[in-house]
Every structure is written in structure tokens, then in C-alpha cells.
T-cell receptor, first 115, second 114 residues
Framework: ETGVTQTPRHLVMGMTNKKSLKCEQH?????MYWYKQSAKKPLELMFV???????ENNSVPSRFSPECPNSSHLFLHLHTLQPEDSALYLC??????????????FGAGSRLTVL | GDSVTQMEGPVTLSEEAFLTINCTYT??????LFWYVQYPGEGLQLLLK?????DKGSNKGFEATYRKETTSFHLEKGSVQVSDSAVYFC?????????????FGTGTRLKVLA
């Protein structure tokens, strides 16, 4: 499979649940990103990993915990979320974090609903 | 800080109409500029890009010119099709505070009617 694959595509969870989102890329990229997409708001960058090291964390609440075990996989662990965390979570990858002309390749997203 | 502002939607057009979606930016450095498109149920896809002033990006009949003097990167298409219905995001990538950042606008929804 090519491109950026995200699972699950849809997730409904209660505020006390623990779940994880998974992202996988087969593009040979070495940088991966988590974005949050909410209605009528700009995309919010949550985390950036370059060569499996976190290079940016945009003051995301600790109830979101990323993990990047290798350059092809990225996880977002979720626990004790709030209803306002309901959104589309997009994973992206790029060839090299830090290149202004580089293009982000996005997955289709995981639609999260917190009850 | 850096920012991207694009026109609010939805923009509703008839098939074969001319399209313009305005995008302006503020940046302290020399950003690269992008338009991404998001079709229903999908992630964002790169539509076109420009890396320096006066560059024109083009793809699938869409065009945008990097205008440094007006800090703009407006998206245009001469004749839209129903299949162009999607959400369009303007974005920049810039080097600030020791790191590169990608910043997106809020998106503009385009509806094309047959």
C-alpha cells in the first residue's frame, strides 16, 4: 500500500476511554505530523517528528500523547478526552522536516467523536 | 507571527464559471506558498505551489502567482467543473524561530453546480 494510511477512519469514545490513532506511510519520508482539523478553524499543528525525534509540540494538552517508533509509523494516544476534542485528526509526512519547499502528504484522517 | 487569511466560503458557482479564491499572508521570512484541496472524506492533497516571488504554480487548470508586493497568492481557474467541488486551503511554509512551520488558512468551500 502506498501513501499515508490512517486507522481507524472513525472513532467514538467516552471521556474516560483510552484509544489510539495510527498512521503509516510507505513513501520513504522521514518526518511525520499530527494536525487537528476543526470546523471553521485553521488546521492546528499538534506534533512534528523528524527522524523519529519530536521536534515540535505546539502546547498540546497532555491527554494527547504521540509516539513515533520508527520513521514509517506514528501514533496518537488518547485518554480522558473532552467533547471539544472531537475533530478530524490528520496525519501527514514529508521528505525532510525543515525544507520550506517540501510538500506534505496527508492521510484521509481519523474522525474522532468524544461523548 | 506568520498567518494566512483566505476568503470565507462557501463559494457557489455554475459550471464553466471563472473562479477566484483570495489568499493573503503575513510572514517574517521568505515563505513557500501552497494551495491544497480536500475532497469529501479525504485528506488534503497538494494542488500547486510556488517557492519564490513571481513564481506561478499551476495544476489541473488552476493557477496562482506568488505576489510579494501584495503578499497574496490568489487561486484562479478559468472554467470550473462540478468535480472541482471541494475545500481549498492556502498555506505557507516559513523558517521562523529556528524551525520551519507550515501554516494553513481556514479553508474555502467551493460548490460547483451543473
Amino acid at each position: 500500500e502506498t501513501g499515508v494510511t490512517q486507522t481507524p477512519r472513525h472513532l467514538v469514545m467516552g471521556m474516560t476511554n483510552k484509544k489510539s490513532l495510527k498512521c503509516e506511510q510507505h513513501l520513504g519520508h522521514n518526518a511525520m505530523y499530527w494536525y487537528k482539523q476543526s470546523a471553521k478553524k485553521p488546521l492546528e499543528l499538534m506534533f512534528v517528528y523528524s527522524l523519529e525525534e519530536r521536534v515540535e509540540n505546539n502546547s498540546v494538552p497532555s491527554r494527547f500523547s504521540p509516539e513515533c517508533p520508527n520513521s514509517s509509523h506514528l501514533f496518537l494516544h488518547l485518554h480522558t478526552l473532552q467533547p471539544e476534542d472531537s475533530a478530524l485528526y490528520l496525519c501527514a509526512s514529508s521528505g525532510r522536516a525543515g525544507s520550506g519547499a517540501n510538500v506534505l502528504t496527508f492521510g484521509a484522517g481519523s474522525r474522532l467523536t468524544v461523548l | 507571527g506568520d498567518s494566512v487569511t483566505q476568503m470565507e466560503g462557501p463559494v457557489t458557482l455554475s459550471e464553466e464559471a471563472f473562479l477566484t479564491i483570495n489568499c493573503t499572508y503575513t510572514a517574517t521570512g521568505y515563505p513557500s506558498l501552497f494551495w491544497y484541496v480536500q475532497y469529501p472524506g479525504e485528506g488534503l492533497q497538494l494542488l500547486l505551489k510556488a517557492t519564490k516571488a513571481d513564481d506561478k504554480g499551476s495544476n489541473k487548470g488552476f493557477e496562482a502567482t506568488y505576489r510579494k508586493e501584495t503578499t497574496s497568492f490568489h487561486l484562479e481557474k478559468g472554467s470550473v467543473q462540478v468535480s472541482d467541488s471541494a475545500v481549498y486551503f492556502c498555506a505557507l511554509s516559513d523558517y521562523t524561530s529556528g524551525t520551519y512551520k507550515y501554516i494553513f488558512g481556514t479553508g474555502t468551500r467551493l460548490k460547483v453546480l451543473a
